[in-house]
T-cell receptor, first 114, second 111 residues
Framework: NAGVMQNPRHLVRRRGQEARLRCSPM?????VYWYRQLPEEGLKFMVY????????ESGMPKERFSAEFPKEGPSILRIQQVVRGDSAAYFC????????????FGPGTRLTVT | KQEVTQIPAALSVPEGENLVLNCSFT??????LQWFRQDPGKGLTSLLL?????REQTSGRLNASLDKSSGRSTLYIAASQPGDSATYLC??????????FGRGTSLIVHP
């Protein structure tokens, strides 16, 4: 049973470009969470999605960031017009239910904005 | 708003010592508390999950306890080994099911 998969593992973008981060949850999991980890900071929640629905996006910056989890395919975190402050590790986690469920994390995508 | 604090921020010990890592949270209305391990440049590995109705969980040399009333959880590592060197994170999940993470305890176990 494959774990949570994220790609790419490393992504370099120039300021102003778009970054697309992909997350495939564990088999059987329909709940996906995205987190951001900045250097010297803790892991911060960004968005929680179920298939085709955004459940909670309270941690998502209001501009330039969007997320989706389509019926088919991976969840996508999209960052438009990246700035240097977007450089961070982005982690995705999945669970089989929201309530009291254990979250399983992917290896992360390390985004560097030059 | 839930806040999670981990003490100490860093710990360096010789191999073989028994360790206690502390995690405190401000809102006791949690559904669960989860302990993770993160190796440098890697993702998080789940170690133990304690539901709000439970007091502790054990896995091998690891034991985690939960005291909701005092807003505390501890992770006990027995007979530490160099391979235990990593950052340990705790996360408390409340009514929104969204976990709040502490900033972690960075552990180094030297031979």
């Amino acid at each position: 049973n494959a774990g949570v998969m994220q790609n790419p593992r490393h992504l370099v973008r120039r300021r102003g470009q778009e970054a697309r981060l992909r997350c495939s949850p564990m088999k059987g999991h329909s709940h996906v969470y995205w987190y951001r980890q900045l250097p010297e900071e803790g892991l911060k929640f960004m968005v929680y999605l179920q298939k085709e629905n955004i459940i909670d996006e309270s941690g998502m910056p209001k501009e330039r960031f969007s997320a989706e989890f389509p019926k088919e395919g991976p969840s996508i975190l999209r960052i438009q017009q990246v700035v240097r402050g977007d450089s961070a590790a982005y982690f995705c986690a999945s669970s089989d239910s929201p309530s009291g469920a254990e979250q399983y994390f992917g290896p992360g995508t390390r985004l560097t904005v030059t | 708003k839930q806040e999670v604090t981990q003490i100490p921020a860093a710990l360096s010990v010789p191999e073989g010592e028994n360790l206690v890592l502390n995690c405190s949270f401000t809102d006791s209305a949690i559904y669960n508390l989860q302990w993770f391990r993160q190796d440098p440049g890697k993702g998080l590995t789940s170690l133990l999950l304690i539901q709000s109705s439970q007091r502790e969980q054990t896995s091998g040399r690891l034991n985690a306890s939960l005291d909701k009333s005092s807003g505390r959880s501890t992770l006990y590592i027995a007979a530490s080994q160099p391979g235990d060197s990593a950052t340990y994170l705790c996360a408390a999940s409340g009514g929104s099911y969204i976990p709040t993470f502490g900033r972690g305890t960075s552990l180094i176990v030297h031979p």
